[in-house]
């Protein structure tokens, strides 16, 4: 005599499908994370006049990730993000070139294609470098 049990096979399905949402979910949060790496990072620290009459300063400050698209050392660089266009960035005065571990690096050893995080302040409309930090390098 055969045994079937339409209760059994519902919990059966039940968890196939709580399966299935739990590995949607988390697939979709990974992705989430990839595309949250091309995006830039801003910090901000705003400090009104003190009681004494001292003034103080706003520093921005803020970081983009992507793909080296031109280089030219001294005058800047534009980098390839998840932005629709390519942005542009100007290098100032004093430009350091480091390594993700933290090592000085030679401007010379960025190239087209290379992986980059860019540390830069906004001045009126342009964004120019202070640091160029290789977080891969080239394939």
């Not at 059966?12 to 697939?27: A, C, E, P, S, W």
């Not at 995006?39 to 009459?53: D, F, H, L």
């Not at 401007?107 to 302040?121: E, F, G, N, T």
Request: proline share 1%; hydrophobic share 35%; with cysteine.
């Amino acid at each position: 005599m055969a045994f079937s049990c339409d209760l059994c096979s519902d919990l059966v399905n039940r968890k196939l499908i709580m399966i299935k949402l739990f590995l949607g979910v988390t697939f979709a949060t990974a992705l989430m994370g990839l595309v949250a790496y091309g995006q830039a990072s801003t910090s901000s620290v705003t400090v009104a006049n003190g009681t004494n009459g001292a003034t103080q300063t706003t520093t921005t400050t803020t970081e983009s990730t992507g793909t080296v698209t031109e280089f030219t050392p001294g005058h800047g660089l534009i980098l390839k993000t998840e932005a629709a266009e390519p942005l542009h960035y100007k290098f100032g005065k004093t430009v350091t070139y480091v390594t993700s571990d933290g090592q000085v690096i030679e401007a010379s050893k960025i190239r087209k294609d290379s992986k980059v995080r860019v540390h830069y302040l906004k001045d009126g409309d342009d964004m120019v470098v202070d640091k160029v930090i290789v977080t891969r390098d080239r394939d």
